[in-house]
C-alpha cells in the first residue's frame, strides 16, 4: 500500500515543520536573553553595593584614625555639611606632635577630607571618599553608654535602582577627651 509519497522523492521539511522549529527557537531566543539582562541587572546593582561598602569603609577608618588623635571636642557644622577636628600629627624627624585642623566636607556627592597645611604637603593629604554617588553625610554628636561619641551616617543611591543605601558608625571619643596619658606625646 502506499502512503502518498513515492519511494524516491527527498526527504524534507513541510513549510508547517520548518515555521514551527523558527517558533520555538526564538521563544528560547527570547527566554534566554531575559535572563541574561536580569542577571546583568543584578550584577551590575550587586557591584555597586560593593563599591559602596568599600568607600564608606575607607571613610570610617580615617575618621577612626583622626577621632584617635583627636585634642578637642569635634566640631559639626550641619547647614555645611562639615566635621573638624583638632588632631595631634606626629612627625618622624624630629620625633614630636604637631597640631593640626582637619576638616571632611560634602561638596558634590564626594566627602573631601582636607588638612590646613599648605603647599605640596596640602595636595598630598587631601583625600576623596563617596564616588560623586553620595547623597547624605551627618554627624550627630552623643552619649552612647555614658560615652562621649559621634555617629557617622552615609547615605548613597544606586542608580540600577535607585534605593538608597545606608552606613552608620559610632565613634567613641571618651578615652582620647578625658584621659591625658592616652598619647605619650606633649602638646606643643
Known amino acids: 500500500m502506499s502512503s502518498g509519497r513515492s519511494k524516491h522523492a527527498p526527504a524534507a521539511f513541510t513549510l508547517v515543520e520548518a515555521l514551527l522549529a523558527f517558533g520555538v527557537a526564538f521563544v528560547l531566543m527570547v527566554v534566554l ?48 555639611k562639615e566635621l573638624k577636628l583638632d588632631i595631634l600629627r606626629v612627625e618622624r624627624k624630629p620625633y614630636r606632635a604637631v597640631p593640626e585642623r582637619v576638616t571632611y566636607r560634602l561638596e558634590s556627592g564626594t566627602i573631601h577630607r582636607r588638612a590646613d597645611l599648605t603647599g605640596a604637603a596640602a595636595e598630598l593629604e587631601h583625600r576623596r571618599f563617596g564616588l560623586d554617588k553620595l547623597k547624605a553625610f551627618k554627624v550627630t554628636p552623643g552619649a552612647l553608654r555614658s560615652a562621649p561619641n559621634i555617629t557617622v551616617n552615609l547615605r548613597f543611591e544606586i542608580e540600577a535602582d535607585n534605593a538608597p543605601t545606608d552606613f552608620s558608625k559610632v565613634l567613641f571619643l571618651k578615652n582620647l577627651l578625658t584621659d591625658k596619658t592616652w598619647n605619650p606625646l606633649p602638646e606643643p
Open 33 to 80: 536573553y531575559t535572563l541574561l539582562v536580569s542577571s546583568r541587572r543584578g550584577m551590575v546593582r550587586g557591584e555597586g553595593k560593593l563599591e559602596y561598602i568599600g568607600e564608606a569603609n575607607l571613610l570610617f577608618q580615617s575618621l577612626k584614625m583622626d577621632v584617635q588623635a583627636l585634642r578637642k571636642a569635634p566640631a559639626w557644622n550641619e547647614a555645611a
